[in-house]
Each structure stands twice: as structure tokens, then as C-alpha cells.
């Protein structure tokens, strides 16, 4: 874009965030595979060397992202009501990796944490620890809600429905197209339950959600030694 004068407009001096910011952008458009050195260097408007002076291989720069993802995750208050946290912040999570799918299955596995990954989990620790979870309790709750957080979300990136306005047309191409008999409680389901206007897969979240909160509630209740 040029300006009234008909020059472009000067790029912001190259730095370690703009360099993330770039890495994020790419990724969010086509996915972790999209990201290379040379593609980076392109979004940015340099030569790739140029890349290397603020980030030493790819997998800082993951790093560096993967960081970014944590940091838009609100994070739960160590002095509020802990049920409201987890649902807060699950919601957040949820939200966030709406908008970058590519992040699901890097969560956990980096083993270079930035600073927003170290603060986001000793803030969800703080917040079962202030809300009387025993250590052991505490890593129970903390990998339930993270599994059922991260594995909807990633469920939800998978499936090709975009919103309630695609259900008909996708639920009926998945039907089967012969020998119904074979799949009685599939197309009972299908025509009974997800074709009925309104349906909305996401609305299933709350719904686990609050069973995972009330189960850890009263752990005696679900069989679990606090």
C-alpha cells in the first residue's frame, strides 16, 4: 500500500516479536506445515538470514508461538470461586485454539516453555490449591479438564460442519446410501437429534464441562480418593 506521497510506507524494524507475529500469522493461515524459514522471511520482507538473528531454528520459533497461544488465555483468579475459574478459563482455551487450531497437539509437548506457558499453569495450580485440592488432586483435576478441553477442541477442528447453518448438508452426505438397516441407531440419531433445527455440536461443551466440575466437586461421589 503506498501513501498520498506514492511511497510505500516504512515496515517496522525487524525484531524477535515481529518475527512471532509473522511465524503466527503464517501458521494461522495454513497451518504449522505452512511455516518454514523461507516462507517466514517472505511474510516478513526479508532475506531469511535475517530471521536467524533474532531466533536460532524452527523450533524456537514454535516455542515462541506456542507461548503466544498460552498468552490469550485468560487465566484464573487464585482467590475466586475455583469452579468459575476452570469454566472461565476452559472457555478461553476452547476460544483460543478455535482461532489457532494448529496448537492443539503442541500444548504439552513443548519442552522450552516460554513465560505466558509457566504463568498459565501455575496459575490453574494456584487456583485448585487455593480452593483446598490436595497435590494430588489438584494434578487430577488439571489433566481431566486439559483433556477434555484440549480433545473437544480438537474434535471441533476436525469435523467439516462450520456452524449450525452446514448440519443438514453435511449430516445427510455422511448418511449412509444403502442398506439402512444395517445402521438403525446411526440414522435415528442422525434424523432424530443433529437434523433437528437448532443443533449445535459446541453446545456439548458446557455440558461436559459441568459434569467434569461437578464430579470433582464431590470426588467421593464419582468414586475418586481425594
Known amino acids: 500500500m503506498k501513501t498520498d506521497s506514492g511511497e510505500r510506507p516504512a515496515r517496522a524494524p525487524l525484531s524477535r516479536e515481529r518475527v512471532l507475529e509473522g511465524a503466527l500469522a503464517i501458521a494461522d493461515a495454513g497451518g504449522l506445515e505452512s511455516l518454514t524459514i523461507r516462507s517466514l522471511a517472505h511474510e516478513l ?26 498468552s490469550e488465555i485468560e487465566l484464573p483468579a487464585p482467590d475466586g470461586d475455583w469452579r468459575t475459574e476452570m469454566r472461565r478459563r476452559s472457555a478461553s482455551a476452547r476460544a483460543v485454539l478455535r482461532r489457532h487450531p494448529w496448537a492443539i497437539p503442541l500444548l504439552q509437548s513443548r519442552t522450552h516453555p516460554g513465560p ?12 485448585l490449591r487455593s ?37 443438514t448438508e453435511v449430516a445427510t452426505s455422511m448418511m449412509p446410501s444403502s442398506a439402512p438397516d444395517l445402521y438403525p441407531h446411526l440414522i435415528e ?27 470433582l466437586s464431590s470426588p467421593s461421589h464419582a468414586g475418586i480418593r481425594p
Open 116 to 127: 505466558a506457558t509457566l504463568r498459565h499453569h501455575d496459575a490453574v495450580i494456584g487456583s
Open 189 to 215: 440419531f442422525t434424523t432424530e437429534h443433529i437434523l433437528k433445527p437448532g443443533y449445535d455440536f459446541g453446545a456439548e461443551f458446557d455440558f461436559g464441562l459441568t459434569l467434569i466440575l461437578d464430579a
Open 131 to 167: 480452593a483446598g485440592f490436595s497435590m494430588a488432586m489438584t494434578a487430577h483435576a488439571f489433566a481431566l479438564i486439559d483433556s477434555y478441553v484440549f480433545g473437544f477442541a480438537l474434535s471441533e477442528s476436525a469435523l467439516p460442519i462450520n456452524g449450525p447453518e452446514t448440519v
Open 45 to 70: 520482507g526479508v532475506k531469511p538470514m535475517s530471521v536467524y538473528y533474532y531466533v536460532a531454528n524452527k523450533s524456537e520459533i514454535i516455542d515462541g508461538i506456542v507461548d503466544r497461544v498460552f
